[in-house]
């Protein structure tokens, strides 16, 4: 009994350990899929020789499918480096997230790989302790009676000191795994940064191209908005879609797992688990339903962003060609700033010579005096002939003065010869 208990204890403790390694955090399309072929494994394990070969063949086709659904959710995943974008880095930086997927997607097959190998021997080990149990008889706690005391004491030091060191090396590879799945993690959430950066700054470019083109007819602040409320849209629509396709994904990797047990149940014969198969088809069936919905729902989704994706190629190239203008008659406006320069500098010239000019002819025009004064000649003229007139009129007054004088002169002499008779 004590050597039961020992094995019971054994068991559980290997199932927590084993529960806690598989606690490994990875990015949400693969997680599902490495906890599938985790729980496989650990059926095969735990299974007997005859049973396993079952689950092998039941697992086999599983895997495969599990595979195709990683892939399809890979292309189907938004948050993948997949997605369409206008710069080159946007297209370098998928590339690099492509090949450190593929990085992540080998380490993750090594590990799987090394586990199967540490489920086969702790498997062996559990045959041997099962053969050596059921060889020997149960009789109430109390030693074999056919072989010596010490002999099975040292046996059993001896299973206890194997089940110590595989409790050991299961406990640091334990560690070695949580190690390395804190480690994809950290990986897959710096990744998971950068793209949620790549499409902050794509919103951002598109909600610049958007206003600059939408703010000619709208105005700026109803462009904005507007962009705004667009954008706020695609981005829900983007999170419903991300959503509906996990529900996808985790439905259908839940059908196939339960399409495994049934699978399972079935060769073992068990009625119950047949009519439990039933059942569950039954909900399959309108899981299925369920999920052609939101698979429909999803394609409507993706053709609306695929038309929003359209407008905005749309919106860019003409963006583009409205910049070509733009950059056309900013060349021609330099030439013509360039022309009217020269010009303002000739009529700068210009006006430089017109004043000396002007200088030049009002000194002309005060050294030449009355010449080319019309006025000033014929009033000068009418002067001369008003003087010229004047003078005559004088020279006749004089020339009638001096007669008369004359004529008084010979009267009073002719007076005073008459009074002096």
């Known amino acids: 009994m004590e050597k039961e208990n020992e094995f019971s204890q054994l068991n559980v403790s290997r199932i927590k350990k084993e529960n806690v390694s ?49 892939e ?36 993750l097959e090594e590990l799987i790989a090394e586990r199967e190998e540490a489920h086969q021997l702790n498997k062996q080990l559990q045959m041997r302790l099962v053969e050596y149990f059921h060889n020997e008889p149960i009789d109430g706690g109390r030693l074999q009676r056919g072989r010596p005391e010490e002999e099975q004491l040292q046996e059993y030091d001896k299973n206890i000191q194997i089940l110590c060191e595989l409790k050991l090396q299961l406990s640091t590879a334990s560690q070695a795994a949580q190690q390395e799945a804190e480690e994809l993690r950290l990986q897959s959430q710096e990744k998971v940064d950068k793209v949620e950066e790549e499409w902050e700054a794509f919103m951002a470019l598109k909600q610049d191209v958007a206003v600059k083109t939408l703010s000619r007819r709208l105005g700026k602040d109803l462009a904005l908005s507007k962009v705004r409320s667009v954008l706020q849209r695609e981005r829900l629509r983007e999170n419903e879609l991300t959503k509906l396709r ?28 047949q009519i439990q198969f039933e059942q569950l088809q039954a909900k399959m069936l309108e899981q299925r339903k369920q999920a052609e919905k939101e698979w429909e729902e999803s394609l409507k989704l993706q053709k609306k962003i695929a038309s929003c994706l359209e407008v905005l190629s749309n919106i ?12 056309a008659k900013r060349e021609r406006l330099a030439e013509l700033e360039a022309m009217v320069a020269e010009k303002r500098v000739l009529l700068i010239q210009t006006k430089q010579a017109r004043n000396q000019l002007q200088r030049d002819n009002q000194r002309l025009k005060d050294r030449r005096g009355l010449l080319g004064n019309r006025e000033l000649l014929w009033d000068f003229e009418q002067t001369l002939d008003t003087s010229e007139r004047l003078e005559k009129q004088l020279e006749s007054l004089k020339s009638e003065q001096a007669e008369i004088t004359f004529k008084c002169g010979k009267a009073e002499t002719q007076a005073r010869r008459t009074f002096k008779k």
């Not at 839940?254 to 073992?268: P, S, T, V």
Request: include cysteine; proline fraction near 5%.
């Open 316 to 327: 860019k190239e003409k963006l583009y060609w409205s910049q070509m203008e733009v950059q």
């Open 22 to 70: 598989a606690e490994m955090v990875f990015p949400d399309h693969k997680k599902e899929l490495s906890n599938n072929r985790k729980l496989i494994k650990e059926e095969g394990a735990t299974c007997g020789p005859e049973e396993s070969s079952g689950i092998k063949s039941i697992s086999e086709p599983q895997q495969s499918v599990l595979e195709t659904n990683e």
């Open 72 to 107: 399809e959710l890979l292309r189907l995943n938004p948050e993948t480096p997949k997605r369409e974008s206008p710069a080159q880095e946007e297209e370098e930086s998928s590339a690099a997230a492509s090949v450190q997927d593929e990085d992540l997607q080998q380490l």
């Open 246 to 273: 996990r529900k996808h994904f985790k439905l259908r990797s839940r059908i196939c797992r339960l399409e495994a047990e049934l699978h399972e149940g079935r060769e073992r014969g068990e009625d119950s688990l």
